[in-house]
């Protein structure tokens, strides 16, 4: 079972890119498995729970809080402990998950975003760039791509993310600082879809 990841700034073209290549994947008679990090995570689940439930909904049936999910770029002290231990709790599933997927012959493992990706957030939101001590857990992906654009060129596409110039640009200097540890193989994403998504295939 083969494990793949694609990484990158937000907006950057990873989720097209995992679904063109699941598609591709499944084409040839693969078992593939999607997975995408930052929604398996603990700290994910925790918040949805906490801001789609409230007392209202148990006594009533009925929820009067209206939650639109952001994203975010600011943690104090005590919510980035609270990602670390997650991403720990986090890696430590996963691996959980492997075993599971593997037993029932599953080909590939397709990653929308990687524990790659959370230690950007964790470094980001701690305005550090620091190897966590947990980073030494994550399993070593067979390829692992990382999707490189220029933030401002994202901020001129029609759908943008609500995060902003300045926070695309931070993460970016963190990846790239960032790549030669993970062996991560970047990839220029300002090109056609297409001619990414061959580019990754040819490479697996």
């Known amino acids: 079972m083969k494990l793949i990841t694609i990484s990158g700034v937000d907006g950057s073209g990873k989720s097209t890119q995992v679904k063109l290549l699941q598609e591709y994947l499944e084409s040839q008679g693969k078992r593939v498995f999607y997975f995408h990090a930052i929604e398996f995570g603990v700290a994910k689940k925790i918040a949805e729970f906490k801001n789609k439930y409230c007392l209202i909904c148990r006594l009533t049936g009925k929820c009067k809080t209206n ?17 670390r231990v997650f991403l720990l709790i986090d890696i430590l599933r996963f691996k959980s998950l492997l075993k599971k997927l593997d037993s029932h012959n599953f080909d590939y493992i397709l990653s929308d975003r990687y524990f790659y990706d959370s230690v950007i957030n964790i470094n980001y939101l701690s305005h550090k760039n620091k190897t966590l001590p947990c980073e030494k857990l994550i399993p ?8 490189e654009i220029d933030p401002e060129q994202i901020m001129q596409r029609e759908r943008k993310p609500d ?16 790549i030669e540890k993970w062996q991560m193989q970047a990839i220029i994403a300002s090109q056609d879809k ?7 295939k040819a490479k697996i």
């Not at 995060?163 to 600082?177: A, I, M, P, T």
């Open 67 to 83: 939650y639109t999910e952001k994203s975010v770029t600011r943690a104090n002290c005590l919510q980035v402990c609270l990602r």
């Open 140 to 147: 070593k992906p067979e390829q692992s791509f990382y999707l």
């Open 163 to 178: 995060q902003g110039l300045d926070y695309l640009k931070q993460k970016s200097v963190l990846f790239r600082n960032n």
């Open 194 to 200: 297409n001619t990414i998504f061959n580019e990754i």
